[in-house]
Nanobody, 124 residues
């Protein structure tokens, strides 16, 4: 079973940047894809971005394309989410997830381990 721990959330002004990290343990990290999802108050969890086990390819939801970048360091068992030009509508709990397979997945049903989440708040 994979354990995931996120860090790096916080409060930032609109236009600012944050980098989230997600440290994984429990199985060979490069064997599975990783994803980031987010959930805002009163809304359903939504897909943000994902990366394959090897680091390429990646996929992004339309609202974050060009602003967010996912990456991973398999030597450190860590996946990152760099968020630039943040907007108030990006405010949410950001949750990393480990996939069952090594490729990119946007369907949350294809992930079998989830972190606790880290809060990102963007003020206007």
């Amino acid at each position: 079973q994979v354990q995931l721990v996120e860090s790096g959330g916080g409060l930032v002004q609109a236009g600012g940047s944050l980098r989230l990290s997600c440290a994984a343990s429990g199985r060979t990290f490069s064997n599975y894809g990783m994803g980031w999802f987010r959930q805002a108050p009163g809304k359903e969890r939504e897909f943000v971005t994902a990366i394959s086990g090897s680091g390429s390819p990646t996929a992004y939801a339309d609202p974050v394309k060009g602003r967010f970048t996912i990456s991973r360091d398999n030597a450190k068992n860590t996946v990152y989410l760099r968020m630039n030009n943040l907007k108030p509508e990006d405010t949410a709990v950001y949750i990393c997830a480990a996939g069952r397979r090594p490729w990119v997945e946007s369907d949350p049903g294809n992930y079998d381990a989830w972190g606790q989440g880290t809060q990102v708040t963007v003020s206007s």
